[in-house]
């Protein structure tokens, strides 16, 4: 099975994210960037979901720029989840490397749709 | 004193730059400030006396030096130029005001969007339902505390609880 670190600082939101992946995906949490960069290591998840503010050293941003300039990290599929939700975050986020970009509010199920598509084998059914 | 009501130009332009948002410094032909709308004396405290007559090069490196950035456009007839900007500062301070703002709405939001649509559209046991229904209780009290404290600056009596029909 797939695995998916999921990223936020907000508990109600890692639980939505849960909910909405939890029939396709394994599952890990972590609260900010700086102990997700810890599971990362340990997990090697093939799929993150990132939030962008969170408290921590670093943000989700750096993280994500990180990830992507680390040969043994830059596979895993980034999806930034964020309340910035201006052109330059989303903008910003592109030159990072994420492969894509939701803002909340955001629908858990396109979420789910995405992930499976970029991740699973065809043959695997979308949430929803 | 010139403003942009004496500017050599038709009616509907030159109400138009009165009422601009825009700050907005006209050069004539000559090479000199000829003209500025109220927007441009209010963002820089600049008024009429201060730049008209003055050549387009001071104005520019007065301009600079304040931090103002500028657009510049080619005028025509009368006029050499139009100078043009948004007051940086004032704008950036707002703009961020209400960016941060967003930010904080969009996190429970993301909840009550988020959850709305799982109960919709799956299949929970009662339990989850309940959990779920809770949290959006919740979450929209987080908005209202968050409107209350950052966007309603009147102090308004709170609403009352909305009241049951009696059966």
């Not at chain 2, 109400?15 to 006209?26: D, N, Q, R, V, Y």
């Not at chain 2, 109960?119 to 009662?126: A, F, G, I, P, R």
Request: net charge negative.
């Amino acid at each position: 099975m797939k695995k998916i670190l999921i990223v936020d600082d907000q508990p109600n939101i890692r639980k939505l994210i849960h909910l909405a992946l939890r029939d396709h995906f394994a599952l890990e949490e972590a609260g900010d960037a700086d102990s997700a960069l810890e599971r990362l290591m340990v997990a090697r998840p093939d799929g993150l979901v990132l939030d962008v503010t969170m408290p921590g050293s670093i943000d989700g941003f750096q993280l994500c720029e990180r990830i992507k300039r680390d040969p043994r990290l830059a596979e895993i599929h980034i999806v930034l989840v964020t309340a910035c939700g201006q052109v330059s975050d989303q903008e910003l986020g592109r030159a990072l490397g994420a492969d894509a970009y939701f803002i909340k509010p955001f629908s858990p199920l396109a979420l789910a749709r995405h992930l499976t598509t970029a991740l699973l084998p065809a043959t695997e059914d979308a949430a929803g | 004193m010139n403003t942009a009501n004496d500017l050599p130009m038709p009616g509907e332009l030159r109400t138009e730059l009165t009422c601009c948002p825009w700050g907005i410094a006209a050069v004539g032909g000559d090479g000199n400030v000829c003209a500025i709308n109220p927007a441009f004396t209010r963002f820089t405290g600049l008024v009429t006396a201060d730049v008209l007559g003055m050549g387009e090069a001071d104005f520019v490196a007065r301009l600079d030096s304040s931090g103002i950035e500028r657009q510049r456009v080619e005028a025509t007839g009368d006029l050499r130029a139009i100078h043009y900007f948004r007051e940086a500062s004032v704008h950036t301070e707002h703009d961020q005001r209400m960016s941060g703002l967003a930010e904080a709405l969009r996190e429970p939001l993301a909840s009550i969007y988020g959850f709305t649509e799982l109960l919709l559209t799956q299949d929970y046991d009662d339990e989850t339902r309940r959990d779920l229904t809770a949290t959006l209780l919740d979450q929209t009290e987080v908005m209202s505390n968050i409107i209350n404290e950052k966007l309603d600056t009147r102090k308004i009596e709170p609403a009352a609880p909305p009241q049951t029909s009696p059966r």
